[in-house]
C-alpha cells in the first residue's frame, strides 16, 4: 500500500530532517568551553556565598537549591544548541517536501495544511538538535490524523437504524469509476447483514451497463429491477422502490451511467434522479489511483448534487494514497468503504490508523 509515497516521502523527510538539523548547528567547541567556564564560575560563586551564608547564619544548614543550579546550566546550553529556523528557511526546506506530496496526488489544500502545521511547529521555535526528527514525525503524524478526521461512517448500523423501509441508495461518478461492482459489493456484504437487497439498472445509457449489473444480480442471487436500453432510469428507480416497499426489502441499491461532471445534461438526470427515488444516501464512487482528479470530481457532483459519503475504488493498484488523505478533508464527506479488488468481497471499512501507518510506518 502506497509504496511510491512511503518511498518518496521518507527520503522527503530525511532531506527535510537534515537541513533543520544543520540549522540547529552543534554548539562550537569554544562555546562548549566558555559554558564550561561560566558554569564553574557561578558555581563557585554560589560555593562563596553559601560560605558567607553559613557563616553569619549557622545554624541555618540549608542546600542550595538544586534546580537553580539544573536550570542556570540548561539555559546556557540551550542557548548554544538552539537557533531558531526562519520562515524563508522553512519555505526553501518544504520545497523537497511539497514536490513529493504533488507527485503523489495530495490535493493543494492538504499540502498547504501539512505545511502550515509543519511552519507553526519548527519556524521561530527554538528547537534543540536532537529533538527536530521527532518534531517532524509528530507534526506529520497530527496533519494526518486530523485530516483523516471524519466521524466514522457505519453503513450497516444506519440502514438498520432507519425506521423506514426501504433505505435507498444512488451510487454516483464518472465513466468506469466503479460504480456496478462497488454497488455489487456493497449488496453482498448488506446480504450478509441480514438485509434483504434490490439492485437497479439505473445506467439505461449503456445496453452492456443493464447485462453488467445483470450478472452481478444473478451472481448474488438478488433481485434486480430493470428497464428498457435507453429508458428513463429515474422511472426504474420509482418502480423499484415501490416494489421495495410492497415487499417490504430493507435496501434499494441504485446504478447509475458514467458520467463527466461537466456533462449538463447528464447531470440534469441526475437531479431528477434525486428527486424521484429521494434516496436515503448519494454515494460518490471515485477512483483512488487518480488522485486529484477523484478529488475535484468528488467536488463537482457534490457541488451539483450532493454526495453524503466516498467510496474510493481500485485502493489495492494504489501506490501513492493523495486521494486518501485528501478526499475527505476537501470534501468534507466521510470515506464509507475502500474498493480493494474485482470480486464481491474485495470491500474494506476505512481504518484511519491503517492508512496513517501505511504512510509512516
Ligand atoms: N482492482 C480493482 N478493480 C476494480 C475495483 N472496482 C472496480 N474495478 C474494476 O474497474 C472496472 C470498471 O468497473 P465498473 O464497476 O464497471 O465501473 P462503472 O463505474 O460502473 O463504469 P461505467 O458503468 O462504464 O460508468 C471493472 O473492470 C472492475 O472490475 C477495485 O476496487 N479494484
Ligand atoms: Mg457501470
Known sequence: MFKFLKEKLSKALNVFKEKAEEEIEEPKEEIKEEVKEKVQVKTEKKKEEKKEEKSVEREIKEEPKKEEKISFIQKIKEKVTTKVIDEEKFEEMFWDLELVLMENNVAVEVIEKIK????????????????????????????LEDLLNFEEFNLVEKIKNNDEKPFVIVFFGINGSGKTTTLSKVANLLKKEGLSCVLVAGDTWRKAAIEQIEDWANKLNIKLIKGQYGADPAAIGFDAVAYAKKNKIDVVLMDTAGRQHANVNLMDELKKINRVVKPNLKIFIGESITGNDAVNQAKEFDRAIGIDGIILTKFDADEKGGAVISVSYVTLKPIIYLGCGQNASDLKNFDKEEVIEAILA
Do not use: C, G, Y
Request: proline fraction near 4%.
Open 116 to 143: 502550515e502545521d509543519l511552519k507553526m511547529d519548527i519556524v521561530n521555535v527554538p528547537i534543540k538538535r536532537n529533538e527536530i526528527s521527532e518534531i517532524v514525525e509528530k507534526t506529520l503524524r497530527k496533519s
